[in-house]
Structures are given as C-alpha cells and as structure tokens.
C-alpha cells in the first residue's frame, strides 16, 4: 500500500517536474521571439558600388522592444572572389565616423579575380528606433580576357546577423555565443559577446555581372598597333633617308 503510494507521488512528481521544465523552455524561447526582417540592395553602376542594408527589428507587442533597445548589430558579409572592399577606404570611413566596418583579412586591391579568395567583412551599428541602416562601398574585380570576351557573374549572399547588447539580457534567449567573436566598436581588445539572430530575408541575393575583356580583340588590337608601328617606321626612315640626301646635296 505504502509501496504503491510511493510510486505514484514519484510519478507525479516526475509529471509536474516535466511541466515545470517544458514551460521554462517554451518561456526561454518566446522571450527572444525576434522578428528582424532585412533588405539588402546594390545601389550605383559599374565597377564601384554601395550594397545598402535596411534592418527593422518588429515585435508584436511593444513590452518587447527592451530586448533590442540600445543593441549593437553586427552583420558578417561574405563576398565573393570578384568582389572587395578596400581597407583604406574602409579606415577613412571608421575615422570620419560614418562607417564602422572592417576586413577579416588582408585585402589585395590588385589581384585579379581568378587569384583572390572570398573574403569576409564586418559591419556594425546601433539600433535606434527598432532599426539600423548599414551599407558598405564594394569594387569588383578585373576578370581575365577570355576569347569571345562576355560577363563574369559575382553573387552577393544574404550577411549574417549578430546581436551584442551592453547588458546580460540575451542570455535569457539561449542561443549560442556567436564563433566569430568579432568587435565590438572597432578596438581590437574589446571583444564582445554576440548572439546570432535569425532573420527574415526580404529581397533576392545580388548579382553583380561584370564585363569580362575579349582576347580576339585584344589580337586585334595588337595587329592594328603592329601595323601602326611599321608603317610609321617606315616613314619615318624614309624622311630621315630623304633629309640626309637633300643635306648632302646642299653640302657639296
Ligand atoms: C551608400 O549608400 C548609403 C545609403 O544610401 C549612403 O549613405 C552612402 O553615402 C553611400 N556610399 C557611397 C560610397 O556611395
């Protein structure tokens, strides 16, 4: 009798124990129902161009507005080999106050396409108002001529979204710290806690078609200089030839 009480105040207690830990997570998981929606557009034409990105944080009530408040973003663009940023650009901007953003690595201005690997780049900026406005000025590179010339295709995929806030409040939502511990204002020892956040994306990936050289002209173009420079060659001895006679004539 006692036995069998036992068992089922166990049982109950191992059902309420269940409750009490299913409500937790189901709290944990609403407390950080963000609902971020992100635009990402390309803006300007040719080979120096803006990618713009519009962030709204929007929650359905406003008693939840305390979780972005006052938060940092921080945005991880991937870009692809033809595609750079150009760190002194990018160190002017920092130091003039209109952008912080900064290369994961070193970056080569120079190289063209075919050489250069993907690079990564990181911005960051303040919520204010539920949104942040960030933008970066991207170049492309030179592709190789190739014989019948057309265009090299670069794609631009949606960032990475990181939050840092300058209190413990997203450890309430359980999500991981971020692996790319980036930073936070641009000193490189001040590190920051960052939480990946995920996002509505509402526009396409970008594509950015850049025109590649035709070798056939290039021939072209090489035969016409050849041209050029023999048949002004020739010229030019024949003048020279025909002065140094009329000299000599003038002479005797
Ligand atoms: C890029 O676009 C943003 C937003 O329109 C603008 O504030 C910024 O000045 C532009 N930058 C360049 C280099 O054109």
């Not at 953003?101 to 993907?118: I, K, T, W, Y």
């Amino acid at each position: 009798m006692i036995g069998t009480y036992a068992f089922c105040l166990k049982k109950y207690e191992l059902i309420f124990g269940l409750i009490i830990i299913s409500s937790i997570s189901v709290l944990a998981t609403n407390v950080c129902n963000f609902n971020v929606r992100v635009k990402q557009t390309l803006i300007n034409e040719g080979f120096h161009r803006n990618i713009t990105y519009g962030i709204v944080f929007n929650t359905e009530n406003d008693d939840e507005r305390w979780l972005y408040e006052d938060c940092i973003v921080g945005l991880e663009q991937e870009l692809p080999s033809g595609v750079f940023t150009n760190p002194d650009e990018l160190s002017d901007l920092r130091r003039n106050k209109k952008l912080n953003a900064f290369p994961q690595n070193r970056v080569n201005v120079e190289l063209p396409a075919e050489q250069s690997s993907p690079n990564k780049v990181y911005i960051t900026g303040k919520v204010i108002d539920e949104k942040v406005n960030l933008w970066l000025p991207v170049h492309a590179r030179y592709y190789q001529a190739v014989s019948g010339g057309g265009t090299a295709r670069n794609e631009i995929e949606p960032p990475t979204l990181f939050l840092h806030c300058p209190d413990e409040r997203l450890e309430l939502c359980g999500a991981n710290n971020a692996q790319a511990a980036f930073l936070c204002n641009g000193s490189p020892r001040e590190k920051c806690k960052w939480k990946e956040i995920p996002y509505t994306m509402m526009t396409d990936t970008l594509i950015w078609d850049v025109p590649v050289g035709n070798t056939d002209h290039y021939y072209l173009v090489a035969m016409g200089t050849t041209t050029v420079i023999v048949v002004g060659s020739l010229y030019l001895l024949k003048t020279i030839h025909e002065y140094q006679i009329s000299h000599r004539k003038k002479k005797l």
